[in-house]
């Protein structure tokens, strides 16, 4: 939702090289809140935020939902931020454990090595949404040497701790766009594989004051479920689920005039 319109028109050309029908580019908070609209069939007004925490982006919408009738009614992120820093955080924290138990050998000069330890540590981070710790058996990653070694769930958060922090900024800046208090949001919506984190999810409720947070979408499915809905729309689909839906977005950056 964040992206500027040079970082739209590359996701539009991506889709045209990879032989797809562009019929138009939708936000993907966006998307996610027409998933969850249509799931809940929405009718008196309510406002949603929309808190989408991928591989590689964030992104945090508030939309007023009402009859069909989806508003978006401000929008903030940071197009840097995701899974792949959790990654990156684990990937360093276990090179420097090499060159500890291994005298001083530097795992980042192969650069196999590190694809291998960069899976095993994605694999591991997602270990830990569900269990307190997590194994990393790895043979011979360098020069012969089997890596072997753990990770608790809570070393894991210790290392990205900050990063994990720093999602509550756009969700502040978005209720500040919006001009909403936090006790005005009726749903926050789960959207994006890293909001499996459990401490990512922590964060939020308590920000909320404890409320509940919505996951009855499908994290990795609800923005492809939204897009196909606007597209059927664009396309003149006539069937009822979508027969009075309206999407009114918002221009996450500012315009200029030449």
Do not use: M, W
């Amino acid at each position: 939702a964040y992206f500027n319109d040079s970082q739209r028109q590359a996701t539009k050309d991506a889709g045209t090289i990879s032989g797809l029908n562009v019929l138009r580019i939708i936000n993907e908070p966006t998307a996610a809140a027409i998933a969850y609209g249509l799931d809940k069939k929405v009718e008196r007004e309510r406002n949603v935020l929309i808190f989408d925490l991928g591989g590689g982006t964030f992104d945090v919408s508030i939309l007023s939902i009402e009859d069909g009738i989806f508003e978006v009614k401000s929008t903030a992120g940071d197009t840097h931020l995701g899974g792949e820093d959790f990654d990156s955080r684990l990937v360093n924290h276990f090179v420097e454990e090499f060159k500890r138990k291994h005298k001083g050998k530097d795992l980042t000069t192969n650069k196999r090595a590190v694809r291998r330890l960069r899976t095993a540590c994605e694999r591991a981070k997602r270990t830990l949404s569900s269990s307190a710790q997590a194994n990393i058996e790895i043979d011979s990653l360098l020069e012969g040497i089997d890596f072997y070694t753990s990770i608790t769930r809570a070393r894991f958060e210790e290392l990205c701790s900050d990063l994990f922090r720093s999602t509550l900024d756009p969700v502040e800046k978005a209720l500040r766009d919006a001009k909403l208090d936090k006790g005005a949001v009726h749903e926050i919506v789960l959207v994006g594989g890293s909001t499996r984190i459990p401490k990512v999810q922590k964060l939020l409720q308590d920000f909320f004051n404890g409320r509940e947070l919505n996951k009855s979408i499908n994290p990795d499915e609800a923005v492809a479920y939204g897009a196909a809905v606007q597209a059927a729309i664009l396309t003149g689909d006539k069937s009822e689920a979508v027969q009075d839906l309206l999407l009114l977005d918002v221009a996450p950056l500012s315009l200029g005039l030449e």
